[in-house]
């Protein structure tokens, strides 16, 4: 099928067309981020004046100097590691051994549970009950509030079950006669053998954790404890919308376009680093959890 | 021995399992905490809420507030825009995935294939404000790159983001720029377990390229084709609003304004909780309605539930 | 004393019965094989043996001790799987070790025995690979090593060798019956292969839609079959089974088979009051004359297909309407047995079943 001579010549003008066409695709995608990045390093000046286009004009480094010199900037970023390595292990923990209690076939009362799991995928209260709730329960403008509070997804839980289901039940039922509980069962079997299922969700929550902003942007209000991605909004749309504020940043080296362009490169990199490591997972991740229950 | 009654075997079952229950115990009772709970809280939709009552405390007043909700244009507003959005990134945004993952399979050098599909699935990966933050610039009047371009057709430069007939086109692309590459795994996924005997057979009887793909490709990934657009359409009340709250400005909120953007302003912005909970309850019992029969829908066509 | 007595065990789930009160008793080192059609009830009873599955009713000892509310890790079994659940991310050491750890033996004694294990088993060299490099024997192995290591009072057996090809299959038909034969453990083995049970057993139980058929040695399950269904599962080919009416003459009792061919029986308790009693007899392929047949009792055949196995070769043939199989010696000359017309039945080893409950006239035999 690879060989090339093979096909005709109508085939080859058709896989050349369509190479091409890819190759469009892909850099239009790829062009923005090159784009920013370009900005990023290229001199307000320049930037203001609509003359960056592909690479760096009048290259320079001062966004990034404006930008890494901000403590405000240091302390969302610190936050975000807080919020993503904290939330992360926390919906593992929460996650991992109710999916493994659903998956077992002797669990009493195993469909209401699963029903119950479900149900918040068809249904949910919505943006204002939770919120009221949050606050009733206290976790408004707190780092707990958002580690616990955006832990569980159905989703998670039953991507996972249907892991553990795939797992042969005599798994579990020789490690019990070789004297483990259910504890041992699942920590020294059944997450050894489910690696990669893990992974995936854990990846899954890391980025949806790193990349978490509405929740934040409304649940914390103390500047101290705010994610980068709610930094990141308040520059750009403190510079964007306050065009005096805007216009006071403006100056030779850099722009609030440029100063923009630079914390967003700063917000990419650490996806891009893992990125790699989550490309060998999400897509067995997308058959995992499958169109089935 | 004689027979157990049901409450002896469930007490034997329970001292045999318990530590079953012990690792369910705290999913359960996260559920309950933060998802049924407040389903409960809910009830503020029927009540003149007060923080300082609670929600029990506070006074019933009925449906009020839906009457009250449907007699405001903007609501109606937010309703009309959600459906045109929903709609139009469907009718544009649904074929990209299918066409990206059909190209996909035509690609022969598996390292360009590869490389492409490692791009294209990058943006879902990037976060909203990020995203905003790039379309932004882009954007600006001054500096974008856009207007740089328009600029050397003589054209006026364009404030892009404050023009109401500019912002559905934008916001719409941008969520193809986003998601388009990635939702073509699954797509990807169902062409990969089409038996390769019928690629096979296909050429023996003569068929090219073009053919194999309307012939055989397209009818094989027929039925997930059809699954991921009834997902699509039960989930149509599912515009990322946390996107557009990131693009719009009141200059746009006439065509940009959605319903859970509308709650959130009524709601956590302006105060009004019992109001926009009421719209909240609306959006909810709307889309859960419309994931059921969508359910239902793909049971009847690929004999799997969704869930 | 570390038998194992089943005393009528009951599986039941809601409402419905899968094991119909079983009575067994396994002695001290002796090797039993449950064998019985997919669905029999053979793999629940072991299940709930090993403590996997709860018994509806009446008990389980193992060795002397009632075991009803142990737990399957306290009950001092140890299974083979069907499978092998050997632990992928875990070497061969690790594996058989699995159990020792958990119940934190200590490591110098761990070590100890793994290495006593696997050098009874031949895994000393493969003792740091992961079983995916292993082959099928070997994981079966590993799997044994696992339940040896342990040391327990009984062995459990799940179909373990299903998953093997007919050639490892007999080799490790073998290795077990060389290893009991070392250990001298008490074992319950689960199969569904009658050639499984007739070799490896010291008594075959013979289970059929959740109960007890025949119990005893696989010789005299193999003479005597208590009724029909014994007597079409113990033997390769099936025993052939032909339907016919009894009558008491002068030589003895006669059974004439439907097709008219008349085959005097050997005589038997209750045989002279037997005049007209629907019957059906038994006869092994084996036991079958193809030589001499120019007698009063020969029975006539067409011959349909003809099946060389190298030194025999089976007959399928007819006999009146029914198919009837003939299993003979020949070592290669099968060109004259396409022109048998008639057969003689070996009358000594003739077997009759009463028509209605299938069980056997030859009340000599019996559980």
Known sequence: M??????????????????????????????????????????????????????????????????????????????????TIGGTLMSLLLIIPGAYALSRPQLFGRRFWNLTVAFTMWFNAGLIPFFLNMRDLGLLDSYFGIIIGFAVNGFNIILLRNFFESVPQSFEEAARMDGAN???????????????????????????????????????????????????????????????????????????????????????????????????????????????? | MSSLTRTQRIWKHLRREWQLYVMLLPTIVWLVVFLYKPMYGLQVAFKDYSIFRGVAASPWIGFEHFETLFGNDQFIRALRNTVIISFYSLLIGFPVPILLALMFN???????????????????????????????????????????????????????????????????????????????????????GVSPTLYESAVIDGASRWQMMWKVTIPSIMTTIIIMLIIRIGNVLEVSFEMIILLYQPATYETADVVNTFIYRQGIQAGQYDFAAAAGLFNAVVAFVLVMTANSLSKRYSRTSLW | ??????????????????????????????????????????????????????????????????????????????????????????????????????????????????????????LTSYLDRKPADLSGGQRQRVAMGRAIVRNP?????????????????????????????????????????????????????????????????????????????????????????????????????????????????PRFEGSADSEGRRVVVGIRPEDVLLEGTDTSDSVPIDVDLIEPLGSEALIHAKV????????????????HLSELRKIRINRERVKVFDEEDGRSLFSSVGD
């Open chain 1, 2 to 83: 690879t060989n090339m001579n093979l096909y005709s010549r109508g085939d080859k003008l058709f896989v050349i067309a369509n190479m091409v066409l890819i190759g469009m695709f892909a850099i239009s995608t790829l062009y923005p981020f090159i784009y920013i990045a370009a900005l990023s390093l290229s001199s307000g000046f320049e930037a203001r004046a609509g003359k960056v286009l592909l690479t760096p004009v009048s290259f320079t480094i001062e966004a990034y100097q404006y930008v890494l010199s901000d403590p405000q900037f240091w302390i969302s970023y610190k936050n975000t590691f807080i919020y």
């Open chain 3, 153 to 265: 009072k009984v062995f459990l057996f799940d179909e373990p060798l299903s998953n093997l090809d007919a050639q490892l299959r007999t080799q490790m038909r073998a290795e077990i019956k060389r290893l009991h034969a070392r250990l001298g453990v008490t074992s319950v083995y689960v199969t569904h292969d009658q050639v499984e049970a007739m070799t490896l057993a010291d008594r075959i139980v013979v289970m059929s839609e959740g109960r007890i058929e025949q119990i005893g040695t696989p010789m005299e399950l193999f003479m005597n079959p208590a009724n029909r269904f014994v007597a079409s599962f113990i033997g390769s080919p099936p025993m052939n089974q032909l339907g016919a009416t009894l009558a008491n003459e002068a030589e003895g009792p006669v059974a004439t088979l439907d097709d008219g061919a008349r085959i005097v029986l």
């Open chain 1, 182 to 293: 259910e504890f041992q069962v699942l920590w020294k079997v059944y997450i050894p053998l489910s690696k990669p299922a893990i992974a995936t969700i854990a990846l899954f929550c890391i980025v949806s954790r790193w990349n978490g902003f509405f929740w934040a942007m409304v649940l914390l209000q103390d500047e101290d404890k705010i994610p980068l991605q709610v930094f990141l909004r308040h520059t750009i749309s403190n510079l964007s919308d306050d065009q005096e504020f805007g216009a006071t940043l403006f100056n030779a080296a850099y722009s609030f376009e440029t100063v923009s362009a630079a914390i967003i490169v700063c917000s990419i990199i650490p996806v891009l680093i893992v990125y790699p490591l989550m490309q060998k997972y999400f897509e067995k991740g997308i058959l995992l959890g499958g169109v089935k229950e």
């Open chain 2, 106 to 192: 035509e690609v022969l050098n598996q390292t360009f294939k590869k490389s492409a599909q490692t791009i294209v699935y990058l943006p879902h990966f990037i976060s909203s404000v990020i995203i905003a933050g790039i379309v932004i610039t882009a954007f600006s009047p001054s500096a974008g790159v856009v207007n740089t371009v328009i600029g050397w057709f003589g054209l006026e430069p364009i404030y892009f983001l404050t023009k109401p007939e500019w912002f559905r086109p934008i916001f719409i692309g941008t969520g193809i720029w986003q998601e388009a590459g990635f939702q073509s795994i699954v797509y990807l996924a169902a062409i990969a």
């Open chain 3, 1 to 122: 004393m570390s038998g194992v007595v089943l005393n009528k065990v009951v599986k039941r789930y809601g409402d419905i019965d899968v094991v119909h009160g079983i009575d067994l008793h396994v002695a001290e080192q002796e090797f039993v094989v449950l064998v019985g059609p997919s669905g029999c009830g053979k793999s629940t009873t072991l299940r709930m043996i090993a403590g996997l599955e709860e018994i509806s009713d009446g008990t389980i000892d193992i060795a002397g001790r009632e075991v009803n509310e142990v737990a399957p890790k306290d009950r001092d079994v140890a299974m083979v799987f069907q499978n092998y659940a050997l632990y992928p991310h875990l070497d061969v050491a690790e594996n058989i070790a699995f159990g020792l750890r958990i119940r934190r033996v200590p490591k110098v004694e761990i070590e100890r025995s793994v290495n006593e294990v696997a050098g009874i088993l031949g």
């Open chain 3, 320 to 335: 009146g309407e029914h198919p009837f199989v003939i299993k003979t010696e020949t070592y290669g000359d099968i060109a």
